[in-house]
């Protein structure tokens, strides 16, 4: 579904964004994109992308190019903002989180995984985020798959 809210980089979500990133939301709102089709015309995962929009991934040359091309956004306000001299911020807002989507995810991953695992992280390196849209006549259901490696605290 396309955001169709006008935003701008001094309203909240994006306040704590480059304020490059609500140029892209709404040029992706604009076409009516999903991640998804940003994701293949770009050459990447729609939750690579997705970090990309919030900030929280490096894009490369190529990867810049291929976004302004897919949004119709001068690459130049793309380059400006998340270019070579750039490095991504990463964690959104504050903790716990307030937003229910969120606030979900973080106690699953802090008290399940802790609980099963022990104490520890599941590594975000080379981790996959698959996330399905699962048809049910109650209504559609989200369906995510977080593929990471357990990796325990050390004790010293």
């Known amino acids: 579904m396309a955001q169709t809210a006008k935003v701008s980089a001094n309203s909240a979500p994006y ?12 040029a992706k709102a604009r076409k009516g994109l999903s991640f998804d089709a940003v994701a293949k015309a770009v050459g990447r995962d729609e939750v690579w992308v997705a970090a990309a929009f919030y900030g929280e991934a490096k894009l490369s040359q190529e990867e810049i ?6 949004l119709d956004v001068p690459t130049v306000n793309i380059q400006d903002e998340l270019g070579a001299h750039w490095w991504p911020s990463r964690g959104l807002g504050p903790i716990p989180p307030t937003d229910p989507t969120i606030y979900r995810l973080y106690e699953g991953v802090l008290a399940v995984v802790h609980e099963k695992f022990g104490d520890g992280i599941m590594s975000m390196i080379d981790c996959k ?5 699962k048809p049910d006549p109650k209504g559609d259901r989200v369906l ?7 990796m325990p605290y050390a004790k010293w």
């Open 144 to 150: 995510l798959t977080f593929d990471g490696k357990f």
């Open 129 to 133: 985020i698959n996330v399905e849209k």
């Open 15 to 26: 306040s704590n964004l480059p304020p490059i990133s609500a140029a892209l939301f709404e």
């Open 65 to 70: 190019n291929s976004l302004a091309i897919a």
